[in-house]
């Protein structure tokens, strides 16, 4: 069955450092989508992105996120200079139209 | 606001018992409702979905049955296992767009 792929399953990185959390998506899928969950908390939205570009995104999402499907594969999702409160883990997932398939996430950890 | 809420954020169930999950919703426009389970650690894993024309949808031990008149989305899961053990969020997307609004969750425990 076809998975959404995600690495580094765990990331640890100081605060202010750049970080980018890699995904791949499902092959066949059109929309790409990062989610994020705090511990203990809801599954909250991010970002969406199809046809090269970002389709709508939230709150969250603010001038120290980036998104960009380098190689047609690859799904990226970048914090520029990460904060103590981006510690969560980040969920990619894609979908053809309905019916998302969600990575396993990466736990980000920021000291 | 608009939001999408759990009724109970526990839920104990003695093994090979039914459960059901409840999920409450405030926005009649949306119109697609997802259950996702998600275990310890793990990424959110799709359970079953329903579609705002219908009321009810079956799949292999669980069914969902969605009351738009209330706003009101349940998930039934019959003959309880211990790998039911997680938390259960409930989803809703609405037409004009794909973004997923997501409920608080339950956790499910299955003693047994």
């Known amino acids: 069955e076809p998975e959404v792929t995600q690495t580094p399953s765990h990331q640890v990185t100081q605060m202010g450092q750049e970080v980018i959390l890699r995904c791949v998506p499902i092959?066949?899928?059109?929309?790409f989508y990062w989610y994020r969950q705090i511990l203990g908390q809801k599954v909250e939205f991010l970002v969406s992105?199809?046809?090269?570009?970002?389709?709508?995104k939230s709150e969250i999402f603010d001038d120290q996120f980036s998104v960009e499907r380098p190689d047609g594969s690859n799904f990226t999702l970048k914090i520029r200079s990460t904060k103590l409160e981006d510690s969560a883990m980040y969920f990619c997932?894609?979908?053809?139209?309905?019916?998302?398939?969600f990575g396993s996430g990466t736990r980000l950890t920021v000291v | 606001g608009e939001s999408v809420g759990l009724h109970l954020p526990t839920l104990s169930v003695q093994e090979g018992d039914n459960s059901i999950i409840n999920c409450a919703y405030s926005n009649s426009a949306s119109d697609y409702f997802i259950w996702y389970k998600q275990e310890s650690g793990k990424g959110p894993q799709f359970i079953i979905d329903i579609r705002s024309n219908m009321d009810k949808r079956q799949g292999q031990r669980v069914t969902v049955l969605l009351n738009k008149t209330v706003k009101h989305l349940s998930l039934q899961i019959a003959a309880t296992q211990p790998g039911d053990s997680a938390v259960y969020f409930c989803a809703e997307n609405r037409e004009s767009n794909y973004q997923l609004i997501w409920g608080a969750g339950t956790k499910l425990i299955i003693k047994p």
């Open positions: 992105f199809y046809n090269n570009e970002i389709s709508e």
């Open positions: 997932a894609s979908s053809k139209h309905y019916g998302y398939t």
């Open positions: 092959s066949n899928h059109l929309y």
